[in-house]
């Protein structure tokens, strides 16, 4: 973060410079540069007045006017603001974010906007100003600030385009700004274009002029009140489809103009999901219009900016020759999530940056609860168990942290977009949402977003807001069921959540049956260090209620009576807890899914399945038995357990696949080559047909092989069945023909859904120097995007031939991934953890210890190092207690 000397010139002219600072201002700071060298300013040897990473409160942005002028042949851009503030404690200085900007003019003007008299040593409390300054830089390389990004044609033209991106900290590229959420402020928005291009921005367009040597001028109106984060402009020549909501929302999707035609299935959902946001919240969506634009060169998935959401293609284009259902779901749920983020964020946004979860963790929570609201075709709530397992993964590390943690640098700040803030976030509300019921849930949160509206809010506030309805509420209903809540209404929310928002991990529920009495014991999973208020739910044999019990003690019990048989706690999984079934418990599951696995719902199977691996893991129950508990998968319909169960076999399937009992060929034969069927059956399709023709099941490969022999052939004529293409590549790729035609149709495709899918496919190779080609042009960045580069190094990991070689990459460029990604980013989160996450021995261990060794000074900043290191120790760990219990298990079934 760095701290614009604004004032260099209007400090000279105004000659303040040696005036001292007024108390307030010298008990607030000391007179040394945030690096804390002492930094004259200009002339004379005034220091830098500032030494703190956030900004003094004293001085509040009101509204910018903002002039930029991008020039898309000279790649740079020039541009001016004039930032009105209100000043509320006298002052000398005002400081504010810039970073890579050339200040060419820097002045403060009165209220009149006239300049101020060289007799004014001081800036008074209660009156406003204006900041006026001049900039210019360079269109950013990389994907932050104001940068250029890039298509090509059909016809091999490459053409050039402007995006910005600027959250969390990057507003500051593009505008000398108050670049901290908690600043918001109006924007008049005007940007100077060639005919050639269209210009959009958070706004609509209210008049475009004519000025010099044939430029136009783009004049925005005005916006709401909103963070500097959320600012943004995109200069090109796309072409768009509109529609209008019920409640005369202007909605807009744009695309390079060859890619026009994929826009259609975003229009519907985006017009589909203003109006489903507008009645669940009960606030009209503020704007006057909403565009949603694909941006070709974009490293997240997508960026929820006022009124104008940015997006990779991957995420917002649809192509129904190319894209699969599980890429019709992507594109349906992230433009749920960021549309959630035009309310949850947007109107109503986080203090500060520790919070980011009360932006990420509700959208993408409101990804579920939006997409079965409009597309229950599509059968959203069998995704959202595998985000909490992703949640329970990363949580039950040590080196995970609690989901409001503090930040304060860039780097800081960026590694909060993360599986704790997105992913735990979202499986906390779940479980609030349950305990509190729907309707007490959802009044809440409008409650919330109302008294906060244009304005920040922390934790605290949302608690209150729900705590506020929940005491309103004397009768609840859940699934039916009548609960009264007089317990409820003097429950200490705010208590209750901080066990969830302030610590990190996750609770381990132990459950032992003790006659009519459950008895109940709760530790940290993996540590025995905190205690947690557990919204517990249950079901037994001998009703069809959802039993519950608020368990805020280290040890508890709950009287069920002897006749009941079974009890599965955690119902459906609506808790943010791992259950162990001791004294025989888990033999007491294994009977029931073997003799009625029906009895109990597909997510409280799943769960099971999860759970009792997690505790293998964990060295809370030996591996044989979790293997005796998925005995009953060859009895499994529904694709949610059956693919849970997969994939923990997947691992030692070789082993396994000559035992009767876990034969899978019923499941393989009854898959056709098509995309027909339910969404839950295409989704099992693509699995279970990747994984036999990854296990080399030879009728399998022998469809495979044929189908891209055909398509081959046809010279892009045929498409193949969307649901089955990246199967068919992928056995297409492991001959040299079939690899270089591949790679051909990637560099061609007008299709983003298209080339992912090609992408993997070239990845299965097993021929390391094509593995080692791939990740060279991904390095390159023109035939494989860099957008694409740390995707392409998961891949090449994922590939048992290519574990050492990603690594090995990783290693050598490891600066020019840090320069293209920024330290901080997601993208090198997973490229660290993503590359050592397959490292099991103790040689593999030593080598990444030693890479973070000669990186200590950028390891030191980021937490995926520790997590990547923890991983490695659980994979070893893993081996040491089960590879003999394994092979014991294997032999003694095979006998």
Same mark, same amino acid.
């Given at each position: 973060?760095?701290?614009?000397?604004?004032?260099?010139?209007?400090?000279?002219?105004?000659? *303040?410079?040696?005036?001292?600072?007024?108390?307030?201002?010298?008990?607030?700071?000391?007179?040394?540069?945030?690096?804390?060298?002492?930094?004259?300013?200009?002339?004379?040897?005034?220091?830098?007045?500032?030494?703190?990473?956030?900004?003094?409160?004293?001085?509040?942005?009101?509204?910018?006017?903002?002039?930029?002028?991008?020039?898309?042949?000279?790649?740079?851009?020039?541009?001016?603001?004039?930032?009105?503030?209100?000043?509320?404690?006298?002052?000398?200085?005002?400081?504010?974010?810039?970073?890579? *900007?050339?200040?060419?003019?820097?002045?403060?003007?009165?209220?009149?906007?006239?300049?101020?008299?060289?007799?004014?040593?001081?800036?008074?409390?209660?009156?406003?100003?204006?900041?006026?300054?001049?900039?210019?830089?360079?269109?950013?390389?990389?994907?932050?600030?104001?940068?250029?990004?890039?298509?090509?044609?059909?016809?091999?033209?490459?053409?050039?385009?402007?995006?910005?991106?600027?959250?969390?900290?990057?507003?500051?590229?593009?505008?000398?700004?108050?670049?901290?959420?908690?600043?918001?402020?109006?924007?008049?928005?005007?940007?100077?274009?060639?005919?050639?291009?269209?210009?959009?921005?958070?706004?609509?367009?209210?008049?475009?002029?004519?000025?010099?040597?044939?430029? *136009?001028?783009?004049?925005?109106?005005?916006?709401?009140?909103?963070?500097?984060?959320?600012?943004?402009?995109?200069?090109?020549?796309?072409?768009?489809?509109?529609?209008?909501?019920?409640?005369?929302?202007?909605?807009?999707?744009?695309?390079?103009?060859?890619?026009?035609?994929?826009?259609?299935?975003?229009?519907?959902?985006?017009?589909?999901?203003?109006?489903?946001?507008?009645?669940?919240?009960?606030?009209?969506?503020?704007?006057?219009?909403?565009?949603?634009?694909?941006?070709?060169?974009?490293?997240?998935?997508?960026?929820?900016?006022?009124?104008?959401?940015?997006?990779?293609?991957?995420?917002?284009?649809?192509?129904?020759?190319?894209?699969?259902?599980?890429?019709?779901?992507?594109?349906?749920?992230?433009?749920?999530?960021?549309?959630?983020?035009?309310?949850?964020?947007?109107?109503?946004?986080?203090?500060?940056?520790?919070?980011?979860?009360?932006?990420?963790?509700?959208?993408?929570?409101?990804?579920?609860?939006?997409?079965?609201?409009?597309?229950?075709?599509?059968?959203?709530?069998?995704?959202?168990?595998?985000?909490?397992?992703?949640?329970?993964?990363?949580?039950?590390?040590?080196?995970?942290?609690?989901?409001?943690?503090?930040?304060?640098?860039?780097?800081?700040?960026?590694?909060?977009?993360?599986?704790?803030?997105?992913?735990?976030?979202?499986?906390?509300?779940?479980?609030?949402?349950?305990?509190?019921?729907?309707?007490?849930?959802?009044?809440?949160?409008?409650?919330?977003?109302?008294?906060?509206?244009?304005?920040?809010?922390?934790?605290?506030?949302?608690?209150?807001?729900?705590?506020?309805?929940?005491?309103?509420?004397?009768?609840?209903?859940?699934?039916?069921?009548?609960?009264?809540?007089?317990?409820?209404?003097?429950?200490?929310?705010?208590?209750?959540?901080?066990?969830?928002?302030?610590?990190?991990?996750?609770?381990?529920?132990?459950?032992?049956?003790?006659?009519?009495?459950?008895?109940?014991?709760?530790?940290?999973?993996?540590?025995?260090?905190?205690?947690?208020?557990?919204?517990?739910?249950?079901?037994?044999?001998?009703?069809?209620?959802?039993?519950?019990?608020?368990?805020?003690?280290?040890?508890?019990?709950?009287?069920?009576?002897?006749?009941?048989?079974?009890?599965?706690?955690?119902?459906?999984?609506?808790?943010?807890?791992?259950?162990?079934?001791?004294?025989?418990?888990?033999?007491?599951?294994?009977?029931?899914?073997?003799?009625?696995?029906?009895?109990?719902?597909?997510?409280?199977?799943?769960?099971?399945?999860?759970?009792?691996?997690?505790?293998?893991?964990?060295?809370?129950?030996?591996?044989?038995?979790?293997?005796?508990?998925?005995?009953?998968?060859?009895?499994?319909?529904?694709?949610?357990?059956?693919?849970?169960?997969?994939?923990?076999?997947?691992?030692?399937?070789?082993?396994?696949?000559?035992?009767?009992?876990?034969?899978?060929?019923?499941?393989?034969?009854?898959?056709?080559?098509?995309?027909?069927?339910?969404?839950?059956?295409?989704?099992?399709?693509?699995?279970?047909?990747?994984?036999?023709?990854?296990?080399?099941?030879?009728?399998?490969?022998?469809?495979?092989?044929?189908?891209?022999?055909?398509?081959?052939?046809?010279?892009?004529?045929?498409?193949?069945?969307?649901?089955?293409?990246?199967?068919?590549?992928?056995?297409?790729?492991?001959?040299?023909?079939?690899?270089?035609?591949?790679?051909?149709?990637?560099?061609?495709?007008?299709?983003?859904?298209?080339?992912?899918?090609?992408?993997?496919?070239?990845?299965?190779?097993?021929?390391?120097?094509?593995?080692?080609?791939?990740?060279?042009?991904?390095?390159?960045?023109?035939?494989?995007?860099?957008?694409?580069?740390?995707?392409?190094?998961?891949?090449?990991?994922?590939?048992?031939?290519?574990?050492?070689?990603?690594?090995?990459?990783?290693?050598?460029?490891?600066?020019?991934?840090?320069?293209?990604?920024?330290?901080?980013?997601?993208?090198?989160?997973?490229?660290?953890?993503?590359?050592?996450?397959?490292?099991?021995?103790?040689?593999?261990?030593?080598?990444?210890?030693?890479?973070?060794?000669?990186?200590?000074?950028?390891?030191?900043?980021?937490?995926?190092?520790?997590?990547?290191?923890?991983?490695?120790?659980?994979?070893?760990?893993?081996?040491?207690?089960?590879?003999?219990?394994?092979?014991?298990?294997?032999?003694?079934?095979?006998?």
């Amino acid at each position: 973060m760095v701290l614009v000397r604004l004032l260099v010139l209007s400090l000279f002219h105004m000659s *303040l410079v040696g005036s001292q600072p007024t108390q307030s201002q010298q008990q607030a700071s000391s007179p040394t540069h945030p690096s804390g060298e002492q930094s004259p300013l200009g002339t004379g040897n005034l220091s830098f007045p500032w030494s703190r990473l956030r900004l003094p409160r004293y001085i509040i942005p009101l509204h910018y006017h903002l002039l930029l002028h991008p020039n898309l042949t000279s790649l740079s851009f020039t541009g001016s603001v004039q930032i009105q503030i209100d000043v509320q404690n006298n002052t000398n200085w005002v400081v504010l974010h810039s970073k890579g *900007l050339q200040i060419s003019k820097a002045t403060i003007l009165d209220q009149n906007l006239a300049h101020l008299s060289d007799q004014v040593q001081v800036l008074s409390n209660g009156q406003k100003y204006f900041l006026y300054i001049e900039f210019g830089a360079k269109l950013a390389e990389g994907f932050y600030g104001f940068y250029k990004s890039t298509y090509r044609t059909s016809t091999g033209e490459t053409r050039t385009l402007a995006s910005t991106h600027f959250e969390p900290t990057s507003a500051r590229m593009a505008f000398p700004c108050f670049d901290e959420p908690g600043f918001k402020a109006n924007f008049s928005i005007r940007i100077r274009r060639s005919p050639e291009y269209i210009s959009l921005s958070n706004m609509p367009v209210v008049k475009t002029v004519e000025v010099d040597d044939g430029l *136009l001028e783009d004049q925005f109106d005005a916006s709401v009140k909103m963070s500097t984060y959320l600012v943004a402009f995109v200069i090109c020549d796309f072409k768009s489809v509109t529609a209008t909501t019920s409640s005369g929302v202007q909605v807009s999707i744009y695309a390079a103009p060859e890619k026009w035609q994929q826009t259609r299935y975003a229009l519907e959902v985006a017009v589909k999901m203003l109006d489903f946001y507008e009645e669940y919240f009960n606030i009209h969506y503020p704007l006057p219009k909403q565009d949603l634009i694909a941006i070709p060169d974009f490293q997240s998935g997508a960026m929820e900016n006022w009124g104008l959401t940015t997006y990779r293609e991957t995420s917002l284009l649809f192509d129904p020759l190319t894209s699969s259902i599980s890429d019709q779901l992507w594109v349906t749920m992230v433009i749920g999530h960021e549309l959630a983020h035009q309310w949850f964020g947007n109107l109503v946004t986080m203090e500060w940056w520790n919070d980011i979860w009360l932006n990420e963790g509700f959208a993408r929570y409101m990804e579920y609860i939006s997409v079965e609201a409009t597309y229950p075709d599509l059968k959203v709530e069998e995704y959202l168990l595998h985000t909490c397992f992703a949640a329970v993964g990363h949580d039950s590390l040590n080196s995970s942290r609690p989901i409001s943690s503090p930040a304060e640098n860039p780097t800081q700040i960026k590694q909060m977009f993360d599986t704790v803030s997105y992913d735990k976030g979202a499986c906390v509300l779940h479980m609030l949402r349950h305990f509190l019921s729907d309707d007490v849930f959802q009044s809440g949160i409008v409650r919330y977003l109302r008294k906060y509206s244009y304005r920040n809010a922390h934790n605290q506030d949302l608690w209150d807001s729900l705590a506020n309805v929940q005491t309103q509420t004397t009768v609840i209903v859940v699934k039916g069921v009548i609960v009264r809540n007089e317990r409820r209404e003097h429950l200490d929310l705010t208590a209750m959540m901080n066990t969830w928002t302030l610590q990190k991990g996750i609770p381990l529920v132990t459950v032992t049956r003790k006659g009519p009495r459950l008895l109940l014991r709760q530790d940290r999973f993996l540590r025995t260090v905190f205690l947690w208020h557990i919204p517990l739910t249950y079901k037994t044999d001998a009703s069809s209620t959802i039993h519950r019990h608020l368990m805020t003690t280290h040890t508890d019990s709950i009287h069920i009576g002897e006749e009941v048989n079974w009890v599965k706690v955690n119902t459906d999984m609506t808790g943010y807890y791992v259950v162990h079934y001791e004294d025989g418990g888990w033999d007491e599951m294994t009977k029931l899914l073997l003799e009625n696995h029906t009895a109990l719902s597909y997510k409280d199977r799943t769960h099971l399945i999860h759970n009792a691996f997690q505790l293998v893991t964990a060295g809370h129950l030996s591996l044989d038995k979790a293997l005796d508990l998925i005995g009953y998968l060859q009895l499994e319909t529904h694709t949610v357990p059956l693919l849970q169960g997969l994939g923990y076999l997947e691992a030692f399937y070789r082993m396994i696949e000559k035992r009767n009992e876990f034969d899978l060929t019923p499941v393989i034969n009854q898959q056709t080559w098509s995309d027909s069927g339910s969404v839950s059956e295409r989704r099992l399709r693509s699995d279970v047909l990747s994984l036999a023709c990854h296990l080399d099941d030879p009728p399998c490969l022998d469809r495979a092989r044929q189908s891209f022999k055909d398509w081959l052939q046809s010279n892009g004529t045929l498409n193949l069945p969307t649901d089955v293409a990246e199967t068919v590549y992928s056995v297409g790729a492991q001959d040299d023909h079939g690899w270089a035609s591949l790679l051909h149709t990637y560099n061609i495709s007008l299709s983003a859904a298209q080339k992912n899918k090609i992408l993997f496919a070239l990845t299965c190779s097993r021929d390391a120097n094509k593995l080692q080609r791939l990740l060279e042009l991904g390095l390159e960045g023109k035939v494989i995007r860099s957008q694409d580069l740390s995707s392409l190094i998961l891949m090449v990991a994922r590939n048992p031939q290519g574990h050492h070689l990603a690594w090995n990459f990783v290693k050598k460029n490891w600066d020019t991934l840090v320069e293209k990604f920024q330290l901080g980013s997601f993208c090198i989160r997973n490229i660290i953890i993503g590359t050592t996450g397959q490292f099991s021995s103790p040689e593999e261990l030593a080598d990444v210890q030693l890479f973070f060794e000669s990186i200590k000074e950028q390891a030191s900043q980021l937490r995926a190092t520790q997590v990547a290191l923890d991983n490695m120790q659980k994979n070893l760990r893993w081996f040491q207690r089960n590879l003999e219990t394994l092979r014991n298990w294997l032999n003694k079934q095979m006998q």
